[in-house]
């Protein structure tokens, strides 16, 4: 799925990476708050859904290689987490939706889960 | 502890690329597109001719858009030695059917058919809809040909970076007694602020030796596992990383207070991890179970109150 078409399911706004947006294109989720369960599954094209707002969710996607970072419930990141992913060239959005929402929302549309390291 | 690499065989790139495959693809996405069904009504005669028009071994039954049970070539044998070729198929049909879904992972799908032995399976969608069907043979094209797609595309990466030597290569044109690249990072402790960045520093350089994307996953996501750990319980250390011939060990050391009981420490869900830790997304008792998970192998000493000293050792897979 188009992170464009992600942006606009989840009416996000789009605080960094926003000049890469159109060159990115996903099938899969990750979404947690427990940084270990995202570092503890195995590599896939995905995005990261998130409640956490501090630079360690854009330092986790950034490790894992994961192509951008959603922040829910309307949670503004801190300004460091901002200026990290953009330093990463990591596109950062937020949407006010909650985090069962949210996924739900990209589920229906065909993405999916992420399985865990072997 | 020391942890061994236990396969055998196949190169153990290769093995873990069609092992993660099985995690990832689903059902649906190996499901040939198109399929061809029966009604119950229909004779077994013309059951003859549809197998054989369409080089069919068995094919499911339908009625009103539900899906009522399977057909085989086997069964048409029974029927023929029973002199019953004009039988209705729903007289000759197996009912009890065993089913797959179309998001379940191919995974779940391969042991189906190692259980039951039937060698294919009508794919329903959560709404109980048969959407298609697969067979051994729709399993195997599936991987091939999301193998052909993976190759294609490092296949294209590999041509864009030909000239950039991989880490190995360069080791083998020099020539001394002894050649590595050492990497020393200073981390603080009671504090998350900076955590990740010597993980990441460390993956950039690594990176710009020429280790391969997959190994420096491996290594990125452990070390800064190791790196929340210092930060979050000790009170400060170094993360030191030391590039080799054969691969890469990453060691992280802290001057205590040491880990009471080590075997407990990597049971997973295990910690001991306060509360600010925690807020900012750490603490699950996972780090180290991730660590073991990435590394090829890894050994954990510690002593109280003197502190921890971790190794991680990463083989080079290309």
Avoid at chain 2, 163 to 178: H, I, L
Wanted: proline share 5%.
């Amino acid at each position: 799925m188009k992170l464009r078409e992600i942006i606009s399911l989840l009416h996000a706004e789009v605080l960094a990476g926003e000049d890469l947006i159109n060159g990115i294109d996903v099938d899969r989720c990750y979404s947690a708050d427990l940084m270990s369960d995202v570092l503890g599954r195995s590599h896939a094209n995905g995005i990261l859904i998130t409640g956490i707002t501090n630079p360690q969710a854009i330092r986790t996607a950034d490790i894992a290689d994961i192509q951008a970072v959603c922040v829910v419930r309307g949670k503004q990141p801190e300004a460091e987490a901002v200026a990290l992913a953009k330093q990463k060239d990591l596109p950062l959005f937020i949407t006010k939706m909650g985090m069962f929402e949210a996924c739900g929302i990209l589920y229906t549309n065909g993405l999916r889960g992420v399985a865990e390291r072997q | 502890m020391t942890l061994e690499r236990k396969e055998q065989g196949p190169p153990p790139d290769r093995m873990t690329k069609t092992q993660e495959m099985v995690y990832e693809l689903t059902v649906g996405e190996v499901m040939p597109p198109t399929m061809v069904t029966v009604a119950p009504g229909q004779t077994m005669a013309e059951l003859r001719v549809l197998l054989r028009d369409n080089r069919l071994s068995g094919t499911p039954v339908v009625e009103n858009g539900k899906l009522v049970g399977m057909i085989s070539i086997e069964d048409l044998i029974n029927a023929l030695t029973d002199n019953a070729i004009n039988a209705p198929i729903r007289e000759r049909m197996k009912t009890k059917v065993e089913c797959l879904y179309a998001d379940e992972l191919l995974v779940h799908c391969i042991a189906k058919f190692s259980k039951f032995g039937y060698r294919r399976y009508p794919v329903l969608n959560r709404n109980n809809e048969l959407v298609g069907i697969v067979t051994k043979g729709s399993i195997v094209e599936g991987l091939l040909k999301k193998l052909e797609v993976e190759y294609e595309q490092s296949e294209s990466k590999a041509a864009l970076t030909r000239q950039r030597p991989t880490m190995r290569k360069f080791f083998e044109d020099v020539t001394a007694d002894e050649i590595s690249f050492a990497f020393k990072y200073n981390i603080a402790g009671q504090t998350l602020k900076d955590a990740g960045k010597a993980a990441s520093e460390l993956k950039n350089a690594l990176k710009k030796l020429g280790v391969c994307p997959p190994l420096l996953r491996r290594i990125g996501v452990a070390t800064y596992e190791a790196e929340i750990n210092l930060a979050s319980y000790t009170k400060g250390g170094v993360i030191r990383a030391q590039v080799e011939k054969w691969g890469v060990t990453v060691e992280a050391i802290d001057t205590g207070p040491g880990i009471p009981d080590v075997e407990k420490a990597l049971q997973p869900g295990f910690s001991t991890a306060p509360d600010w830790v925690r807020e900012l997304g750490f603490g699950a008792g996972m780090g180290l179970v991730n660590m073991n998970k990435c590394a090829d192998e890894m050994n954990l000493r510690s002593s109280v109150p003197e502190g921890t000293h971790l190794t991680m050792q990463f083989y080079y897979t290309s």
